[in-house]
């Protein structure tokens, strides 16, 4: 997967050097690239905002300083047609994975969710672009789209950041970590939380010693009994997603219960 992420901060992606997500560009299956949007000015100072339309406080992004900055990315020239266009048919799942994907992190835009990272997984090229400010203008995404490129907006949560790079570093850690190759383990991520079609969270997790500092762990754990191991987890997952996360459990399909479940 080739990663490329537009910022007026790149250096904020050095991040993506380190840890699992370094690995994984020496290991070959990822390349994340990180472009400063200020390298697609002609002025002198280099100015990416401007004033909104309509008044209000806060600085707006300009659309033409984007617009050739993704044009560049996207292998898009002013004066030929769109690559992109009609190039390849979706897959099962609407998803068309071998054109780039633009995606703009958008505090009003809808929420990131594990089922959108698992879809962007499947994607060759993903375009971030990170919009500072009071955001970026609108047009911006109602024109790729009508291009015929993939553009989506999410938000990360319900909460303001002063920009994008931070919700963009979330979405990328979401979505890399699910590429295949990408984790040592692949169980990793099949049993923990919001994966799979259930999204129940993740039971609670104990390492030895079986007695610190006067808590046990579950004496169920230290049975031996996987049957008996399975039932109290899957218990501790139901018990903890209604108490915390009753939401979870309101999107549950009643049909995928198992049978002691319904007999609860
Ligand atoms: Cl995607 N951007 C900003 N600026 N703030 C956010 C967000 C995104 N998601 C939640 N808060």
Redesign the pocket.
């Given at each position: 997967m080739k990663i490329d992420i537009v910022s007026v901060f790149p250096e904020f992606f050095e991040v993506a050097q380190l840890s699992l997500l370094g690995k994984a560009q020496d290991k070959g299956i990822l390349q994340v690239q990180a472009h400063n949007l200020r390298d697609w000015t002609h002025d002198v100072h280099h100015s990416v905002d401007d004033t909104p339309v309509g008044g209000g406080a806060g600085m707006v992004m300009k659309a033409e300083v984007w617009a050739e900055c993704l044009d560049d990315l996207l292998g898009l020239s002013t004066s030929a047609p769109t690559q992109a266009q009609g190039t390849s048919p979706a897959d099962a799942t609407g998803f068309t994975d071998r054109q780039p994907v633009l995606i703009f992190?958008?505090?009003s835009a809808p929420l990131f969710t594990q089922s959108a990272a698992s879809e962007l997984s499947q994607a060759e090229h993903l375009i971030f672009g990170c919009g500072r400010y009071e955001g970026y203008d609108a047009r911006i995404p109602t024109y790729y789209r009508r291009q015929g490129i993939q553009t989506r907006e999410?938000?990360?949560?319900d909460?303001?950041?002063?920009?994008?790079e931070a919700?963009v570093a979330v979405m990328v850690e979401a979505i890399t970590r699910l590429i295949p190759g990408f984790m040592g383990n692949p169980n990793s991520i099949i049993e923990e939380s919001y994966t799979g079609d259930e999204s129940l969270l993740e039971y609670r997790q104990y390492t030895r010693p079986s007695s610190w500092r006067g808590i046990e762990v579950p004496s169920i754990l230290t049975s031996g009994d996987h049957g008996k191991v399975d039932r109290f987890r899957r218990d501790e997952s139901l018990e903890l997603t209604s108490r915390i996360r009753p939401d979870l459990i309101e999107h549950l399909d009643c049909n995928r219960l198992d049978i002691k479940d319904k007999n609860k």
């Open positions: 992190p958008n505090p999410y938000s990360i949560g909460y303001i950041l002063n920009g994008g919700a």
